[in-house]
């Protein structure tokens, strides 16, 4: 695309990614129980608790790894019959333990996992490999991805310069919002996503915690426009 009788517009996308390794796994806990009435739902829910509080603090944990994240009372329906039937009521609580240092806390969180699912009818759980201090170190990590996806953009403009005849002179514009022209390009933007790769399947043996691809990644796109002549 022309923009004067000598120069040129050559516009990119840069990509940048960059991995870290895990170094904390948390365990997300689920218990709920449907029983005639809520003080009797409330009462195992905090039984099944409390039982769950005493494995991880048996485990090493202490009360600044775990802490409860959402309490819901609803009734509670069942279909049957070509209708909603009310059953009871239920009571619904989300707890969350964090283990630190999970690389050399593997045999401390298989221990957690293997006494939690020994009785799991009233518990379900997932489990998300993640770091410590994660708002500080993903601000650091969307900082380097952003340099390396502007340096990604300036060296595929350069080649395309190059072949051209010509020579880089100025970014004209640098953006992390897709340009409407990009129609077959995903959004821009920071990427977030954590390699977990658990199996979350119990078995009669110990939970298997497998520590490859534990990690956290983050990636970007810029969208570059570059004046060349």
């Known amino acids: 695309m022309e923009t004067s009788a000598k120069t040129s517009l050559i516009s990119v996308v840069g990509n940048g990614s960059i991995e870290v390794e895990a170094d904390i796994l948390r365990i997300y806990i ?56 009310y059953v009871g009521e239920k009571v619904k609580q989300d707890l969350i ?27 379900e759980l997932s489990m998300y490999f993640g770091m410590k201090e994660e708002d500080k170190r993903d601000r650091e990590m969307a900082l380097k991805c ?10 595929k403009a350069e ?14 514009k640098i953006s992390e919002t897709e340009p409407r ?9 920071i990427r977030m996503y954590a390699s977990t790769r658990i199996e979350d399947s119990i078995e009669d043996s110990s939970t298997q915690l497998p520590m490859e691809g534990r990690n956290v990644s983050r990636s970007m796109k810029l969208y570059l426009d570059f004046i060349a002549e």
Request: charged fraction near 30%; charge should be negative.
């Open 30 to 85: 689920k218990v709920e129980r449907v029983t005639e009435t809520l003080k009797q739902s409330q009462k195992e829910v905090n039984t099944i608790i409390s039982g769950i509080i005493n494995i991880l603090k048996e485990n090493g944990l202490t009360e600044k790894n775990f802490y409860t994240t959402f309490i819901d009372f609803q009734k509670s329906y069942e279909w049957k019959k070509d209708e909603n039937v």
């Open 97 to 123: 333990c964090v283990v630190e240092d999970i690389k050399n806390n593997v045999n401390r969180a298989i221990s957690i996992l293997d006494a939690l699912t020994v009785d799991n009818n009233s518990i």
């Open 146 to 155: 952003r340099e390396l996806a502007y340096q990604d953009g300036f060296e």
């Open 181 to 189: 022209s990009y129609d077959n390009e995903d959004t821009g933007g």
């Open 159 to 172: 080649r395309y310069a190059k072949q051209a005849g010509l020579k880089i002179i100025k970014a004209l």
